[in-house]
Nanobody, 116 residues
Framework: QVQLVESGGGLVHPGGSLRLSCTAS????????MGWYRQPPGKQRELVAV???????SYPDSVKGRFTISRGNARNTVLLQMDSLKPEDTAVYYC??????????WGQGTQVTVSS
């Protein structure tokens, strides 16, 4: 059973930064890709960052240049550095993992609130 646990969410002022961490119950090298999704209040879940097993990263335009996904120093950790945060970044952020094409494994989510 794969478990993913997010941490690092909280309240931050506009323009501020937060770093989210996702800890997996096994090495992330066993997955084809790790990703971060978010779900704003009343909206659908959206993908905000992906890192493949080969280290390729991708982002939607809404966060490109502000968010950075990376592998942590531990073999089972993925990070999401979020800079220049905006109120519209407010959401529950989820860590996810896929072995092939389906995002199969999910964490419980961590709340990020950007407000003055």
């Amino acid at each position: 059973q794969v478990q993913l646990v997010e941490s690092g969410g909280g309240l931050v002022h506009p323009g501020g930064s937060l770093r989210l961490s996702c800890t997996a119950s096994q090495s992330i090298s066993s997955f084809a890709a790790m990703g971060w999704y978010r779900q704003p209040p009343g909206k659908q879940r959206e993908l905000v960052a992906v890192i493949t097993s080969g280290g390729t990263t991708s982002y939607p335009d809404s966060v490109k240049g502000r968010f950075t996904i990376s592998r942590g120093n531990a073999r089972n950790t993925v990070l999401l550095q979020m800079d220049s945060l905006k109120p519209e970044d407010t959401a529950v952020y989820y860590c996810s993992a896929r072995r092939v094409t389906e995002w199969t494994y999910w964490g419980q989510g961590t709340q990020v609130t950007v407000s003055s």
